[in-house]
Nanobody, 124 residues
Framework: VQLQASGGGLVQAGGSLRLSCAAS????????MGWHRQAPGKQRELVAR???????EYATSVKDRFTIFRDSAANTVILTMNSLKPEDTGVYYC???????????????????WGQGTQVTVSS
């Protein structure tokens, strides 16, 4: 399963950016898809993601500023980031969890894929 991410860049504090990620390849289904980020010297953390059944999770620090949208038919998620702050700076990674094809129509083994990462820099 391949992930193609786009977006990111440099923006001033208070500005907006949009990240897009599309999953491609052969798989049975997606159970979760979204974005994580890693700031310099810090651990990778969840930013926002969709989970099975339509649930959405956001990091507390981005609630009310970031919005994630899923296009299920296109296996794509779009993260709109508003009111960006310098602390939002980091490398943003698209992530997908799902199942490969099994026998017949049944799901097979699970998989996890990560995108190549895209830099988001917010200047003060």
């Amino acid at each position: 399963v391949q992930l193609q991410a786009s977006g990111g860049g440099l923006v001033q504090a208070g500005g907006s950016l949009r990240l897009s990620c599309a999953a491609s390849g052969r798989f049975h289904s997606i159970s979760a898809m979204g974005w994580h980020r890693q700031a310099p010297g810090k651990q990778r953390e969840l930013v926002a993601r969709y989970t099975t059944g339509g649930g959405v999770e956001y990091a507390t620090s981005v609630k009310d500023r970031f919005t994630i949208f899923r296009d299920s038919a296109a296996n794509t998620v779009i993260l709109t980031m508003n009111s960006l702050k310098p602390e939002d700076t980091g490398v943003y990674y698209c992530n997908v969890d799902g199942f490969l094809h099994g026998r017949g129509w049944a799901p097979g083994r699970s998989f996890t894929s990560w995108g190549q990462g895209t830099q988001v820099t917010v200047s003060s």
